[in-house]
């Protein structure tokens, strides 16, 4: 009899799943033109994104032009190794990927986040069986309340659901208000960010191995402060990952 009730509920799913289609059909993430399923890219769409893979920088996660021994480190990591353990990204932020991301950050469009995530856990695969706690780089009140929601959370709920990682999506505070990063240079990035966030009242953050969440990688200024206030906290190490970075670090 359970048979039967589980078979007759696989067959409204999936009844469901083809009237849904119909009327909604699915779309290319990037381009927005149909496809044959749900969360998924064109084939023209997935030639021109640019996945992260090996080589890369041992720590940053810095995509290497030519092979390298494992382990290795990129010149910004030996000349100055940075606060996280290490960083991995999906993509690479660039032309190709440069609208897709947008709309995802600005642009309400948050129905792609399932799958972003899903590369995010991908590119970050070595980490999950040390990881503990999953924490989202977080917005100023005055930004979240004009944009309605914090990306990075959203694809940081995303991967817990996929990892089984427990969330802690408000264990960081924004407490000071920050100007965009953009057109700044490395110093004037760390200079902007520096004292903008804090732990969150009550956060359980000691001897905990965190996975720091964000949209992309530039300089790794945010995400440095970020860490630098988890691990004064009490944190055991904090790992980054996200969906984007530049190829090299400006």
């Not at 969150?200 to 992309?216: C, F, N, T, Y």
Request: hydrophobic letters at 50%.
């Amino acid at each position: 009899m359970k048979v039967f009730f589980r078979s007759v509920g696989q067959m409204l799913r999936w009844a469901w799943g083809a009237v849904v289609d119909f009327l909604l059909p699915p779309l290319c993430l990037k381009c927005e033109q149909p496809v044959a399923q749900n969360q998924a890219l064109c084939a023209m769409c997935w030639t021109q994104l640019h996945f992260v893979s090996v080589p890369l920088c041992a720590c940053c996660g810095a995509p290497f032009d030519l092979p390298v021994d494992e382990g290795s480190r990129c010149g910004a990591c030996l000349a100055e190794a940075p606060v996280f353990a290490k960083a991995r990204s999906a993509l690479i932020y660039d032309d190709a990927s440069r609208d897709m991301i947008l709309r995802f950050k600005h642009g309400d469009r948050l129905h792609p986040a399932p799958a972003l995530a899903g590369w995010m856990v991908q590119a970050g695969r070595e980490l999950w069986g040390q990881a503990d706690l999953i924490v989202p780089v977080p917005l100023h009140r005055w930004r979240l309340l004009a944009r309605r929601y914090n990306q990075a959370a959203v694809l940081a709920l995303a991967m817990g659901r996929l990892t089984g990682v427990k969330v802690a999506v408000d264990g960081l505070r924004r407490v000071r208000a920050t100007g965009s990063q953009g057109h700044k240079g490395r110093k004037e990035r760390a200079a902007n960010v520096a004292g903008a966030f804090a732990l969150k009242d009550g956060a359980q953050v000691e001897g905990k191995r965190i996975v720091l969440v964000d949209d992309v990688l530039t300089s790794g200024a945010t995400v440095s402060a970020c860490a630098k206030v988890l691990l004064k906290g009490g944190a055991a190490q904090v790992f980054v990952v996200t969906l984007a970075r530049t190829r090299l670090a400006s």
